[in-house]
């Protein structure tokens, strides 16, 4: 099983959900609209090609890319084949939307809740998406770049150092 041979099933299976397929560091990498992530992800856990390891969900924050600030990243293993596959999906800020693989994984539900503590990504379906490293009375999420890192008086700070 390799890259390509994965790519060709899921173009197959989803070919107008995928939007972009590289392959940074020898790691297939899709992106994909945000209502293919759930059956993409059931399709490659109950596919012969057992996919079925949930390694990580994380969220980043493009502040310039309007229409799509927001993405969440899922990092997928085959242990049995040996491969890994990394999904990607954008949100906008105005509707962060996108379904909830805990009917799936139940180690899902802190890796989403940290993701929507952080970034505010809502989980649809998640059973319990509430704040889970931060104080319940945080009316912000911390990791979007629109707030500073540090002191703006400070001079041996750069936020450009920080992507920002």
């Known amino acids: 099983m ?3 041979f994965v790519l060709q099933l899921l173009t ?3 070919g107008d959900s995928i939007l972009r397929a590289y392959e940074p560091d020898g790691i297939l990498t ?3 609209k945000d209502e293919a992530v759930l059956p993409l992800v059931e399709f490659v856990k109950k596919h012969t090609i057992k996919i079925d390891f949930l390694t990580d ?3 980043i924050h493009y502040p310039d890319h309007k229409g799509a600030e927001l993405g969440v990243i899922y990092h997928l293993h085959s242990f049995i084949n040996n491969f890994r596959l990394r999904l990607k999906t954008y949100l906008s800020i105005d509707k962060p939307d996108v379904d909830s693989l805990t009917s799936l994984y139940s180690g899902a539900n802190w890796m989403e809740r940290e993701t929507f503590d952080f970034y505010g990504i809502n989980f649809k379906g998640h059973p319990n998406l ?3 490293l931060n104080m319940e009375e945080m009316e912000y999420h911390p990791m979007l770049k629109q ?3 540090e ?3 400070r001079t041996d700070k750069d936020d450009a ?3 920002r």
């Open 30 to 32: 899709l992106e994909i």
């Open 130 to 132: 509430k704040r889970i």
């Open 151 to 153: 002191d703006a008086t």
């Open 12 to 14: 197959d299976e989803f």
């Open 161 to 163: 150092m920080f992507g």
């Open 57 to 59: 969900i994380c969220g």
């Open 2 to 4: 390799d890259n390509q």
């Open 147 to 149: 707030y500073q890192l």
